[in-house]
């Protein structure tokens, strides 16, 4: 009998070793899924209706794909000013309609964020002015640009060095001045473009840190990757000095809360149609948007207006009937 035990107990052994190997790989999903815990309790997932949050996202993505709309300067340039909208915007109609009749009125409803255009218009201005003028000779158009006294020590590898010495001529129409003392991993900047020399002097005014040596270390080195990438050849002007001129352009345009009258929303509309770039603000951001196309608002239906004459007519005929009615009636 005590043999027959210990084959049952070596049996159920071997069967429970069995059942464990099966359940190990699944143990822990299988516990967490059969497991009721008691202080965070598991509530059932409630399915968002999407209908309810993203129709009306979606109506406009709709919208906007059936009724594309591509501005061009000549919009702008016959923009009507309808008037300024909480201090902050410009109310305007401007005419997308494929024949354009010279007295219909615009179409299409557009809000001109008032910061972002004055932005645009002083950039543009910033830009302009920072330039000398053309020499009669070359023909180049050279940055301004401010002596630094002592230079600027700019610390640089051998390589960077050697790239900047190759080309140091043509930086000089950035408003750079460099030379290279002999022996030194370093350059020395005498002149600076003349706006970075004002963005100190703003920051010095503020009682803040210098930073006039930061921006031109950022402009050296974009420069050199410049070089690095395309051998030099530059189409526009460098984003370090377009980000000095686009922080002047922001602190000083129209700031939201500002009141305007419909003169200076006229005059501000007007010196944006003029800009190279009137759809965007000195960082990229758009300077419009269109809010609303005329044509494709449901039309009211006009009433018909009563006509009296006929109206009095009827109620004379009534009258008359009416009488003649009563004294038949009363006769019978």
């Not at 330039?131 to 401010?146: I, M, Q, R």
Request: with cysteine; charged share 25%; net charge neutral.
């Amino acid at each position: 009998m005590i043999k027959c035990l210990e084959e049952d107990v070596r049996a159920r052994l071997r069967s429970g070793v069995a059942i464990k190997s099966l359940a190990d790989a699944d143990s822990l999903q299988s516990l967490l899924s059969g497991w009721d815990n008691p202080i965070f309790a598991c509530y059932p997932e409630v399915a968002v209706d999407v209908s309810s949050s993203q129709a009306g996202n979606l109506a406009v993505k709709v919208h906007n794909i059936l009724y594309p709309y591509r501005f061009t300067k000549e919009m702008i340039h016959s923009m009507q000013v309808l008037q300024q909208v909480d201090n902050k915007f410009i109310a305007c109609l401007i005419n997308t309609r494929s024949e354009v009749n010279e007295y219909s009125d615009g179409n299409l409803l557009v809000l001109v964020d008032q910061h972002a255009a004055h932005e645009r218009i002083r950039l543009e201005q910033l830009i302009a002015e920072s330039y000398e003028k053309p020499s009669a000779v070359s023909g180049k158009k050279k940055l301004l640009s401010s002596i630094i006294c002592p230079p600027l020590e700019i610390e640089v590898t051998e390589e960077q060095r050697r790239l900047l010495r190759c080309c140091y001529k043509s930086l000089e129409d950035l408003g750079l001045g460099l030379s290279f003392p002999e022996n030194r991993n370093q350059i020395l900047v005498g002149k600076v473009p003349l706006c970075f020399m004002e963005r100190e002097a703003n920051e010095l005014r503020r009682k803040r840190q210098p930073v006039a040596k930061s921006i031109v270390e950022e402009l050296i080195q974009e420069q050199i990757e410049l070089l690095q990438t395309t051998g030099g050849a530059r189409g526009t002007l460098p984003l370090t000095f377009l980000k000095v001129l686009a922080s002047q352009a922001c602190h000083g345009a129209i700031k939201f809360n500002d009141s305007l009258t419909m003169e200076e929303s006229s005059q501000l509309i007007e010196a944006l149609s003029c800009c190279q770039l009137p759809f965007q603000c000195a960082h990229g951001r758009p300077s419009m948007l269109p809010l609303a196309d005329t044509d494709h608002l449901p039309q009211e239906k006009q009433q018909p207006k009563p006509n009296l004459a006929k109206l009095r007519k009827m109620a004379q005929a009534w009258q008359l009937f009416g009488k003649q009615r009563h004294h038949h009636g009363t006769e019978l």
